[in-house]
C-alpha cells in the first residue's frame, strides 16, 4: 500500500529556530509536494517536486525551502522560524501530475513559541 | 492563479439526509479531485472527476468543466462522513493540486 511517512508528527520551536521537517515516500512517486492547513485555509502549496534534486515554488513558498535529495525524501526547512508558521504541514506524493492518485502523509503541528 | 471556492463552508445534518457540496474553480482545468479530512486529520483521496458524472459508493460527483464547477452529493448520511471535504484542480502549469477551503460536514445520529 502507498505509504508517506512525515516526521516528526509534533513540534515545538522557538522563534528565529531552524526547523526541518522530514517526508518519505515507499511509492516510487516521481511527484512530492508540501502543503500548510490553517484553519480557514484549506491546503496551500509551500513546495514541490518532480525529479530528485530539483524543487519548484508553489504559491506561498517565502520562508521556507525544501530539499529533495532523492526520490524517496523530501524536506521542508524554515531557517527563521516565525509565529505565522505555525500550522499543520501535510507531505503529499504522486505519480504523475494528473493527481488522480495522491496520498498524503498524516501531517505535522508545528507551533512556533 | 487557479482559485478554488467551496460552499457551504459547513453542513449540519441529521443522519440519513442527504447533501450537495459546491467547487468552483478559476480557471478551466483536466483534473478535479474531492478529498476527505477526518477529524484526526487525515487526507484521502474521494474520486477523480475531471467532467462529466463519477458514483462510487453513497458519493455522486458531476463536473461541469467548461462552467468550471463541481458538485459532490452525498445521499443518505452517517455519522462516519463527518468530516471536511476538500475540493482540489490543477494549478502550477498543471503540476500541483491547488484546494479550496472545504466543506465541514457534522453528521448527527
Known amino acids: 500500500e502507498a505509504a508517506v511517512t512525515q516526521s516528526p508528527r509534533s513540534k515545538v520551536a522557538v522563534t528565529g529556530g531552524k526547523v526541518t521537517l522530514s517526508c518519505h515516500q515507499t511509492n516510487n512517486h516521481d511527484y512530492m509536494y508540501w502543503y500548510r492547513q490553517d484553519t480557514g485555509h484549506g491546503l496551500r502549496l509551500i513546495h514541490y517536486s518532480y525529479v530528485a534534486d530539483s524543487t519548484e515554488k508553489g504559491d506561498i513558498p517565502d520562508g521556507y525551502k525544501a530539499s529533495r535529495p532523492s526520490q524517496e525524501n523530501f524536506s521542508l526547512i524554515l531557517e527563521l522560524a516565525s509565529l505565522s508558521q505555525t500550522a499543520v504541514y501535510f507531505c503529499?506524493?504522486?505519480?504523475?501530475?494528473?493527481?488522480?492518485?495522491?496520498?498524503f502523509g498524516k501531517g505535522t503541528r508545528l507551533t512556533v513559541v | 492563479g487557479q482559485q478554488v471556492q467551496q460552499s457551504p463552508a459547513s453542513l449540519v445534518l441529521q443522519e440519513g439526509e442527504n447533501a450537495e457540496l459546491q467547487c468552483n474553480f478559476s480557471s478551466t482545468a483536466t483534473q478535479l479531485q474531492w478529498f476527505y479530512q477526518s477529524p484526526g486529520g487525515s487526507l484521502v483521496s474521494l474520486l477523480s472527476n475531471p467532467s462529466g458524472t463519477k458514483h462510487t459508493g453513497r458519493l455522486t460527483s458531476t463536473t461541469v468543466t467548461k462552467e468550471r464547477r463541481s458538485s459532490l452529493h452525498i445521499s443518505s448520511s452517517q455519522t462516519t462522513d463527518s468530516g471536511t471535504y476538500l475540493c482540489a484542480t490543477a494549478g502550477q502549469g498543471g503540476r500541483a493540486l491547488i484546494f479550496g477551503t472545504g466543506t465541514t460536514v457534522s453528521v448527527s445520529p
Open positions: 503529499a506524493s504522486s505519480p504523475d501530475s494528473r493527481g488522480t492518485e495522491v496520498f
